[in-house]
């Protein structure tokens, strides 16, 4: 079977989808019986490890680039990817269904109502949906719900980043090197207002903790430069790290180092965040925000702590009783069952066309 995905973003643009986008199509292509291409707007795709053929779209993807891929590749499936950093054209979907005559897959990575990404012209080009957030169907609009029902799939996401087996001895050098004798509490992901980066200065306590920020912190934004400021401030003078972007196996190492990984965010974690599975996935402690009541305090086979969205004296309170605790890092990245699964997924839809 041949598949074409289209994103605006891939390798090694700085989005989490284009992340998740090369992990998938990298374990895809190494199935002997699906065929793989991307066309994105990315000037320099990233390389896979498998055969993976990329088509080039411009400054912003049109039907135009579209029909040229669709010409050549002549996929069984062409498969969408919503929202990326880079957009592509909306008409997409629907041209490819309608004018092209090849059933179209969206996968979407964020809730309907909260994606500028997402409109009509989305559901008039869509014969699957995969979603990546469990609870996505019962926040859809009623009308939507009923639509889509009979033609969606919940395909949970994966870490992008290899969970590693470090020694005592190594998790001590590490720790060294950053933090000395102190506690290292960690945040790894995007900094947006949403993700609630600024509240880890109010969490962490400058006396005898060490912050350590794995993420880009460019001054493009007010929120980033206020994280920036909260950052230099006196109180926390030699014990915040800023590491910017960083290569999978080390932000694997440095999480598998840390005493806690946070994650204050303003609407709550879920399994959909690839930087909360990646901090799942290290063994270390994790404590992050829940919108709903299911699931709060501590799970032991997760190390995981949740509170609820907005207390923070309960996050505190949690982050406090978990530190330093551990478990055994995974063993499997989880990719192989998404591609199991999205391949299930293809086949059903090639069939009912059939």
Same mark, same amino acid.
């Given at each position: 079977?041949?598949?074409?995905?289209?994103?605006?973003?891939?390798?090694?643009?700085?989005?989490?989808?284009?992340?998740?986008?090369?992990?998938?199509?990298?374990?895809?292509?190494?199935?002997?019986?699906?065929?793989?291409?991307?066309?994105?707007?990315?000037?320099?795709?990233?390389?896979?490890?498998?055969?993976?053929?990329?088509?080039?779209?411009? =400054?912003?993807?049109? !039907?135009?680039?579209?029909?040229?891929?669709?010409?050549?590749?002549?996929?069984?499936?062409?498969?969408?990817?919503?929202?990326?950093?880079?957009?592509?054209?909306?008409?997409?979907?629907?041209?490819?269904?309608?004018?092209?005559?090849?059933?179209?897959?969206?996968?979407?990575?964020?809730?309907?109502?909260?994606?500028?990404?997402?409109?009509?012209?989305?559901?008039?080009?869509?014969?699957?949906?995969?979603?990546?957030?469990?609870?996505?169907?019962?926040?859809?609009?009623?009308?939507?719900?009923?639509?889509?029902?009979?033609?969606?799939?919940?395909?949970?996401?994966?870490?992008?980043?290899?969970? !590693?087996? !470090?020694?005592?001895?190594?998790?001590?050098?590490?720790?060294?090197?950053?933090?000395?004798?102190?506690?290292?509490?960690?945040?790894?992901?995007?900094?947006?207002?949403?993700?609630?980066? =600024?509240?880890?200065?109010?969490?962490?306590?400058?006396?005898?903790?060490?912050?350590?920020?794995?993420?880009?912190?460019?001054?493009?934004?007010?929120?980033?430069?206020?994280?920036?400021?909260?950052?230099?401030?006196?109180?926390?003078?030699?014990?915040?790290?800023?590491?910017?972007?960083?290569?999978?196996?080390?932000?694997?190492?440095?999480?598998?180092?840390?005493?806690?990984?946070?994650?204050?965010?303003?609407?709550?974690?879920?399994?959909?965040?690839?930087?909360?599975?990646?901090?799942?996935?290290?063994?270390?402690?994790?404590?992050?925000?829940?919108?709903?009541?299911?699931?709060?305090?501590?799970?032991?086979?997760?190390?995981?702590?949740?509170?609820?969205?907005?207390?923070?004296?309960?996050?505190?309170?949690?982050?406090?009783?978990?530190?330093?605790?551990?478990?055994?890092?995974?063993?499997?990245?989880?990719?192989?069952?998404?591609?199991?699964?999205?391949?299930?997924?293809?086949?059903?839809?090639?069939?009912?066309?059939?």
């Amino acid at each position: 079977m041949r598949v074409l995905f289209i994103s605006g973003s891939f390798l090694p643009d700085r989005c989490g989808v284009a992340d998740y986008l090369w992990h998938l199509v990298d374990e895809m292509a190494a199935s002997a019986d699906m065929e793989v291409a991307v066309l994105s707007r990315c000037p320099n795709p990233a390389g896979c490890s498998h055969h993976v053929r990329h088509f080039k779209g411009r =400054d912003l993807v049109t !039907i135009w680039d579209v029909a040229r891929a669709v010409r050549e590749f002549k996929p069984d499936i062409v498969h969408v990817q919503y929202p990326t950093s880079r957009a592509i054209s909306r008409y997409i979907p629907l041209f490819v269904r309608r004018v092209l005559r090849t059933p179209v897959v969206q996968t979407w990575h964020e809730h309907y109502a909260e994606c500028n990404q997402l409109g009509w012209r989305n559901l008039t080009g869509l014969d699957r949906l995969v979603h990546v957030r469990e609870d996505l169907p019962r926040r859809l609009p009623p009308w939507l719900h009923k639509m889509l029902r009979n033609k969606s799939a919940y395909v949970p996401n994966a870490s992008t980043i290899p969970a !590693i087996r !470090i020694t005592d001895e190594q998790r001590s050098a590490i720790r060294n090197g950053i933090c000395g004798d102190r506690q290292l509490l960690t945040f790894f992901g995007f900094v947006n207002p949403n993700k609630g980066v =600024d509240r880890l200065f109010q969490l962490a306590d400058s006396a005898r903790h060490h912050l350590l920020l794995i993420c880009d912190l460019d001054q493009s934004t007010d929120y980033r430069r206020q994280v920036q400021r909260l950052a230099s401030a006196d109180s926390w003078h030699g014990h915040v790290t800023i590491t910017g972007f960083l290569p999978p196996t080390e932000v694997g190492r440095l999480l598998a180092a840390s005493d806690a990984i946070l994650f204050p965010f303003a609407t709550g974690i879920g399994d959909w965040n690839t930087s909360v599975r990646a901090a799942l996935a290290s063994g270390s402690f994790v404590i992050g925000t829940s919108d709903t009541e299911t699931g709060l305090g501590y799970d032991k086979s997760k190390n995981l702590s949740l509170v609820p969205c907005g207390d923070w004296q309960a996050f505190r309170a949690g982050l406090l009783a978990g530190l330093g605790r551990r478990r055994e890092p995974e063993s499997s990245s989880g990719w192989s069952s998404i591609v199991r699964a999205h391949k299930k997924f293809y086949a059903e839809l090639h069939a009912g066309r059939g």
